[in-house]
């Protein structure tokens, strides 16, 4: 009987296995086949946690605009005084002339005027700026104007967010809106943080 004996056992046969995988426990590549427990999942997207891209990661892209386009809040002061005396006019009127006396006919005298003035705060706060370049009267005549935050035109939803927290921003006299803005970097309201706006130059143009 030979003395030699072979380098490794025949398989299915106690001893060491050779593997395709030298060094690697039973022949596993290293980091584990994909969906192995230990696996590396490895995605397109390099550096990001299980190769999300961006978007799906929870990370937004940095905002074009510039942060000194922003610096308005002089006269986003005096534009702000100049269109909430205009958005109130009418509104002002309806429930002067409609809301008068008491019973059925004073409520609804009261439920007409408020549903005029809702639809002219509708109006003149998204309506309005949505048509004419993200301008409100007052914004026009101070050189101003309304984008969203990625640098395209505010839509509709988010012109109709920023409208409705003015319930917030004109808190305390205004206060709650002009303490925000000082104390943002990129000068926004709470309305502008909730809908992803900026309040910027009219002649400014963002880079794409």
């Known amino acids: 009987m030979s003395s030699d004996t072979p380098e490794s056992n025949a398989p299915g046969q106690p001893g060491t296995q050779q593997t ?31 190769g999300m891209p961006p978007q799906w990661s929870g990370q937004r892209p940095p905002s074009p605009v510039s942060e000194e ?3 308005v809040t002089g006269r986003r002061v005096i534009q702000y005084i100049v269109d909430y005396i205009l958005a109130g006019i009418i509104p002002g ?19 007409l005027a408020t549903a005029i003035a809702l639809a002219v705060y509708y109006w003149y706060w ?35 967010i920023r409208g409705i927290l003015l319930i917030v921003d004109t808190l305390f006299f205004g206060l709650v809106g002009f303490l ?14 909730v809908a992803g706006t900026l309040v910027i130059d009219k002649d400014y143009a963002p880079a794409r």
Not at 30 to 48: F, N, R, W
Not at 130 to 136: D, F, I, K, L, V
Not at 180 to 191: E, M, P
Request: aromatic letters at 8%; proline letters at 7%.
């Open 20 to 50: 395709p995988y030298p060094g690697q426990q039973g022949g596993m590549p290293q980091g584990g086949y994909q969906g192995q427990p230990g696996a590396m999942q490895q995605g397109p997207y390099q550096g990001q946690r299980g």
């Open 69 to 71: 386009a922003t610096r």
């Open 126 to 160: 998204v309506e309005r700026p949505r048509s004419n370049g993200g301008q409100t009267f007052g914004m026009q005549l101070f050189g101003l104007r309304i984008i969203s935050k990625d640098g395209g035109p505010a839509s509709v939803a988010q012109l109709l």
């Open 93 to 111: 009127l309806a429930y002067w002339l409609l809301d008068r006396g008491n019973g059925f006919l004073g409520g609804l005298g009261w439920l």
């Open 180 to 193: 925000t803005i000082i104390c943002s970097r990129n000068r926004q309201r709470v309305g502008d943080h």
